[in-house]
């Protein structure tokens, strides 16, 4: 029915403005008190006159930004960023979870293995991304690293996720252990 189609699209128009407000006062907030406070030390009231122009000049971003940019920007980047928090996060959240063998040094490993597997394949790689970056092309003298198929389509996360659990669980093996009193309050409750 058509009221239907109002209501989803007032929800639609919803979380999108609640998104938005919140990634806006998160740019403001990051430019009045990381930025300002922690460079002059000042706090107060001008840190919050701060914070309000950081949120102005955050919008205005955003809306140059929505005019240049192509249409599909939006879902292209934020497959691109799902593809990249999996890669560097779910090898070390699931080994953490099911594994007590994980150690820190793992996991920072794997984190490490799986953001810069991913960010190479993307620039050098991965066709779709990697040729309008042109990255590859000016450091290389060529389009993609690897030009043979089928490895130009190949998405980064087939390679940077398995990269990321060996390399978590390969380093997780050679360094030392949590202690057992630590482990045990981690896994407490869990048979």
Known sequence: PEWFVYLFMLTLLAAAMSTSSSQFHTQGSAIGRDF???????????????????????VII???LGYILPENI????TAIFFGLCASAFLPMYTLGLYWKGTTKAGAISGLLT????????????????????????????????IEQMPWPVVDPILVALPLALIVTLIVSLI???PEERHLKGCFKGIK
Do not use: C, N
């Open 175 to 177: 360094t030392r252990k």
């Open 74 to 77: 939006i879902a292209r980047g």
């Open 62 to 64: 955003a809306v140059i």
């Open 114 to 145: 799986g953001t810069l597997v991913t960010v190479f394949w993307y620039l050098f790689v991965h066709k779709a991304e990697a040729v309008p970056l042109g990255i590859s092309k000016m450091l290389l003298g060529r389009d993609l690293l």
């Open 36 to 58: 300002y406070e922690t460079l002059t030390g000042k706090k107060g009231s001008q840190s919050v006159f701060i914070t309000r122009i950081g949120i102005i000049v955050a």
